[in-house]
């Protein structure tokens, strides 16, 4: 079974996430929780919470999972 890549969209970002790259170290759920859970489906919220601290939580991602790009910009890392 292949797992997919997920997005999930606000007013200013698209934020990636892949399963398949994640090291499941809740470290983004423990540091945003407005924004990311663990245990609430979409676990990624992002009316929840403020652009620059979402793209802030992002870079701090262990593994990669979690990208962004602003609408009409390329993907950040």
Do not use: H
């Not at 009316?47 to 990208?67: F, R």
């Amino acid at each position: 079974m292949k797992i997919e890549s997920k997005e999930f969209s606000n007013e200013d970002i698209t934020v990636t996430y892949d399963p398949c790259i994640c090291k499941l170290s809740g470290k983004c759920a423990r540091e945003l929780s407005d924004v990311f859970s663990n245990t609430v489906i979409p676990w990624i919220n992002l009316d929840d919470g403020k652009t620059e601290d979402i793209i802030n939580q992002i870079k701090k991602c262990p593994s990669g999972a979690l990208q962004y790009y602003k609408k009409n910009q390329k993907l950040a890392v």
